[in-house]
């Protein structure tokens, strides 16, 4: 076999076999069809109008919905389909996937079309000759296959190793005892039944000795523990797995041991000063399975980490790697690039939203200097840090995503609304940075560990649900200090309504305590308010962190303040 490089490539589809399969209108339709060569999958569904589906449009091969007896015409000259509904026509890399009824009758068949495609993977030849074990990620109908398929044979036929590839459903090798002539000298090994995968992984590597493993599709928690066990033995391994980039399989606890895996640990006190984030933080767990990761974004277009463990690593301190782009050039040469980082940009851009903390590093912005005081010392702590992204708990950009649990989600928006904190509710825990709760919810609260375990997220507890516990726990999720007892408090954050009569006697409760309780040590009695009012004085006096107590009947049920002693 002649070497290619990226630009020459060399397709062999088997095209007129799979339409030999057809019935004979449909067939002869796509015969000498002009878009042919691009023809991806054929649909045949019950009662429907029979599909040809391309590249970029979708086509009807007839006027006449697909009959019963087409699809058994078309069913009688594929072989058996196995355990996850697929066939294939031996020799040939087509796979027809059957769409049965609830008394497994096939309804629907999808016919789609496998290619042999040499020299698709001369982006990537120099780190297949590597040694190394890679992983190929990317949204199906990508290539990841193909590109699996031209691995197996350079691997097999050019550099010589022994190649054994798991062909689970037919789809790397065709259908069929001998496999397609496409995976070169590789070795074929089928799989009975789809969840014996994993087992015949091991089997492989203990029975036949192969210097290199492909595999399509890590989809279970066995089989990535199986990878992980050939890799640990000294084995190449050319995998696929659900996903389109990372950071998917970084968020799937399934998956996530093929890049290493992610746990939650705790820091020591000058650990988490150092670093400057909480205590609990997120790490990753072991060594990847995998130490490239190919994110395969078009066909000629695919994000490279050369490095996965670094990449995972700066994921989860919320910073964005910078991965080599590689692309085919015009002529046929492959173009390498790599991005500034985010980290390196001397300007931070504002976004309007921001889905997820793994997706951007840009923050909004967030403050106006010449308002309140304590808008004006955060705008100042942001203008001392505009030159380099400010961070949360996790070293995660700026704006923090929050996961509210059995705390007032009014509460907490009219906090960060009130003083401009870079903080987001998000509703979605997938997008969470972190989960705020109550103490009280966290002792003995199994399904709130299991929620922060699954998801790899750390938890930040409050005492009560009032307003300032909740400012205190946000100012502490951002790493501000909270303020002096002597600092005036913004009434609007304890007035939910904002109507003159709450203002009034949350004005009497601040005065009290900033003429009279702190500075002369003194109880002072407020004048009689509704419960309502007198819960929100309550809270104001909270965060000047005093005591206070109701005493009297009602009308004349009033507040006490009395001072801080140990002060």
Not at 222 to 240: D, N, P
Not at 287 to 309: G, K, N, S, Y
Not at 371 to 390: G, V
Not at 408 to 421: D, F, K
């Amino acid at each position: 076999m002649v070497e290619l490089t990226a630009g020459q490539r060399q397709v062999t589809d088997d095209l007129d076999q799979l339409l030999a399969i057809l019935p004979p209108p449909l067939g002869q339709s796509l015969t000498d069809h002009p878009q042919r060569e691009e023809l991806l999958e054929i649909v045949l569904d019950l009662g429907r109008l029979p599909e040809a589906r391309f590249i970029h449009s979708t086509q009807y091969l007839a006027e006449t919905p697909v009959s019963r007896e087409m699809l058994q015409y078309a069913v009688d000259r594929v072989g058996e389909f196995s355990g996850d509904n697929r066939a294939g026509i031996e020799r040939t890399l087509h796979r027809i996937s059957a769409l049965r009824n609830r008394q497994g009758t096939i309804i629907g068949l999808t016919c789609r079309v496998g290619r042999a495609v040499f020299g698709t993977i001369g982006m990537i030849r120099d780190l297949v000759e590597s040694g190394q074990s890679i992983l190929l990620l990317g949204r199906p109908g990508v290539g990841k296959t193909t590109a699996l398929r031209e691995i197996a044979r350079v691997l097999a036929d050019e550099l010589h190793k022994r190649v054994v590839i798991i062909d689970t459903s037919n789809e790397i090798a065709g259908d069929g005892d001998i496999p397609h002539p496409a995976i070169g000298k590789a070795r074929r090994m089928q799989v009975a039944r789809p969840e014996l995968q994993h087992q015949v992984m091991i089997e492989a590597v203990e029975n036949h000795m192969p210097q290199v493993i492909v595999i399509d599709e890590i989809g279970t928690e066995l089989e990535a523990l199986a990878a992980r066990t050939i890799a640990e033995r000294g084995v190449q391994l050319i995998g696929t797995a659900h996903g389109n980039q990372i950071e998917n399989l970084m968020k799937n606890p399934t998956l996530s041991d093929l890049v290493g895996g992610i746990q939650s640990v705790t820091l020591g006190d000058e650990e988490a000063r150092r670093r400057g984030t909480q205590k609990s933080v997120l790490e990753r767990k072991a060594p990847p399975t995998f130490q490239i990761a190919v994110e395969m974004l078009e066909r000629d277009r695919w994000v490279v980490h050369l490095d996965v463990a670094a990449s995972v690593d700066l994921l989860l301190r919320g910073r964005q790697p910078s991965p080599e782009i590689r692309s085919v050039a015009a002529d046929g040469s492959v173009v390498i690039s790599r991005p500034e980082p985010p980290s390196q940009r001397s300007e931070v851009k504002s976004v309007p939203q921001r889905p997820s903390w793994r997706e951007s590093g840009q923050m909004l912005p967030v403050v106006d200097a010449n308002k309140e005081p304590l808008r004006a010392n955060f705008a100042q702590l942001l203008e001392a840090t505009l030159d380099t992204p400010t961070v949360g708990p996790n070293g995660e950009e700026l704006p923090l995503h929050v996961f509210p649990y059995a705390v007032s989600r009014h509460h907490l928006e009219q906090a960060i609304r009130t003083l401009n904190l870079p903080i987001i509710v998000t509703k979605d825990i997938d997008q969470a940075d972190v989960i705020l709760t109550l103490r009280s919810h966290l002792k003995g609260e199994s399904k709130l560990r299991h929620l922060a375990h699954i998801h790899h997220l750390p938890v930040h507890a409050i005492k009560t649900n009032s307003m300032a516990q909740i400012v205190r726990g946000l100012r502490h999720l951002l790493g501000i200090e909270d303020p002096s007892p002597a600092e005036s408090a913004d009434l609007s954050l304890f007035s939910p309504t904002g109507s003159d009569d709450e203002l009034e006697a949350l004005e009497e409760a601040r005065l009290a305590v900033e003429e009279i309780v702190i500075p002369k040590g003194q109880a002072v009695e407020l004048l009689p308010r509704s419960a309502n009012i007198r819960r929100m004085q309550h809270e104001l006096i909270e965060h000047y962190q005093l005591t206070s107590c109701s005493f009297g009947e009602e009308p004349n049920r009033r507040l006490r303040i009395y001072p801080n002693l140990s002060r």
